[in-house]
Every structure is written in structure tokens, then in C-alpha cells.
């Protein structure tokens, strides 16, 4: 006497698809008492569970639904009032840097010093000799740049615009979550 | 009329009474999901409100490379694990693999001593077989229950139900055995075969 099917073996006979069942298998299922209980139990869940309908949910569901996405179409994104307090924070953090900017306590270290140690690095640079060496073996590579000439109004006008762009990334993931989440 | 395709993409031009019309088709599936993970109407139909507008608010990145309600169904059941991860309901996994524990079974006993109505007269109407079923399955553990909703409600194969709950096919196959077999046994103690089919 052969194994018993399994129960895969069982569902592939009552689903009709038995392309991978061996004909031992079936001769197997055909004599065997035990498997063919099993699979007219398998048939008896079967039948029951695909009268299995869904329940009913409740009307009031898609009328709140379609009255908040609705309104949603009509007023776009809903403003969030904490809104307020992150455009808040923005501007202080802002205000904050711009004052330690304009105070000179941090301007020893901004653009026009930046350009001043760059080009002090470049000289040290090419006063090594090995440099002259390797230009030699590579001529096609420019080691001269330019740093942009960045004065204080324009490190001030960059800062804004960082910080502008910094405040509508958090507005836009913010709003998006208020969005699924409130209406 | 027009059809599924049709109305999704209406919907993501945003028309909203399209997706009145998807919610008619599929709210009443979604709604048993839900109550089948998170078991309180209340909670049920917040978070079936939610996944319509997470529907609606997302339907842009519904590629239809997959099946609608294949994505639909992810939407939900994702949402209720939200839920559920939020209310520190422990969803587990390991439920999964050791199978039915004590108070599961104490659950069935007393389902299998709770009086039904006589329905063994000709009052066996369609309903109330439905409520019997919901019933069992309520019984069952929850991951049964809900690989059996997928399965036999939203026709979901074992494949698509292994890559939404993130478990193996070979487990996702022996919870839906169990599933079968637990809910044939309550039901047989109770009614004869003519009964429920």
C-alpha cells in the first residue's frame, strides 16, 4: 500500500488540475478508503465556505467618504493649524543664522574666508613639486577653479531660499499625512 | 455601465463619483476584511473609511501592473496592521505556526455548546447560513480567519495571500487546512451535511 495523498494532492483532485499527480497516486486515491473521507471532507468544506458571502457594511461609510473626498477636491489640502509652529520654527532658526552671520561671529569662517583659504591651499599646492610632476603626466586635467563670488548678501539670499524650500518639504509630507488621516 | 478600468481611471482624473461607484462594488469586501482583522464595528468602519481615501488620495501610483483589488486589499490589510500595531494588538506571526492555542479552542468548545436557533426545520434561509458561517470563522484563530476570508470571499490564491501577509505558501496552506477543517467540525456537530450545503 502506497502513502496517502496529501492534502495538496487532494485539493489538485478537486480542483480538476491534477496535472502533476502521478497515475500510481490516483490508483492509490481510488482504492484507498481513508483518502477518499478525506477528500469528500475537503468537497464539504469546499462547498460551504464558497456560499461564504461578504457582510454589509454600513451606508454611512461611502456617504462620509465621498463628503470628505469631496471636500478635498473642492478646498485642496487642508491647512493644519501646527502649520504655524514649524513656519515659526523655520523663521527663528533663519533669524538665528542671519544674526550669528551678520554679528561676524561665525563670518570668519564664511565664503569671503572660504575663498581666501582656498586660494592659500592652492599655492601651498603648487609650490609642491611632485604636483608639477603629475600635471606633467596628466595635461589634460585643470586643476585652476573659481569659487563663485559669494559676498554675505548672497550666502544670506541662499539661506532663505534653503530655508523656503526646507519649510514646504514639511509642509507637503505634513499635509499628506493630516490629509489621510483627518478627513 | 462602465467597468472597473474605466472607473479608475475617471478616478484618477478625479472624479469622485467614481469612486462612490468602485465603493459600491467593493466596500461591502473591504468592510468584512476589516472587521475580520480588527473585530470592532466601530473601529471597522473608521478604517474602511480610511482605506477609501487612502484610494483615493493614492490612486495615482496604482500602476494596474497587479490586479485592483490585489492593490485594494494590500491598502486594507496594511491599514489594519497599522491599527493594530498602533493599539499594541499583537498580531503574531508565531500564532501561525504553533496552530490553535487554549483559548482558541475553548472559544470552539463554547461555540459548539451555544444553542443555535432550530434551523434544522425549513427556516434554514440564506441569512442566517451566513451568520453561521461568520460566525465559525469569528471562532477561528485570527490568521485562519483571514486567510480564509482572502481565499474563499476575495478569491485570493495562496500565492497572492502569501505575498500580502508576508508568510511562506507552505503556512499560508496549512492555516487554510485548519482553517477548513476546525469550521467543518463545528459545523457538522451542529447541522448535517444537507444542511450546509
Redesign the interface.
Known sequence: MSKHLTIDEIQLIISKTPKSLDSNRFLHFENCSQCRTIYNRQILANSILAELKPRTAPEIISQKVIQSVERIAVQGIPKKKTDWVFLLAVVTLFAIGSWLLFSGKIAQYLPQNVTEIVSEQKQVVEENKYLDTVKDMLPSVNIDFKLPDLNQYSFFILMGLIAILFYYFLDRKLNQIYRIRKT | MLTEKQLIDRLKS?D?QS??KI??LH??????LV?QMVKLKDVA?EL???V???V??KINSYEERSKFTTWLYTITYRTCLNYLDKKKIVFNISELTTGTNETDISKNEELLNTKHPDILNDSFDREE??NI??ETIDHLPLHQGII??LH??QHFSIREISDLMKLPVNTI?THL?RG??T??EI??KKYS?EE??
Do not use: A
Open positions: 478625479g469622485t469612486l462612490k465603493m459600491d466596500q461591502d469586501y473591504v468592510y468584512t472587521i468602519e474602511t473609511q480610511d477609501f481615501i487612502k483615493y488620495n447560513k451566513q458561517l461568520w480564509i476570508t474563499y470571499l496552506k487546512h477548513r477543517n469550521m467543518r459545523l457538522l451535511e450546509l450545503i
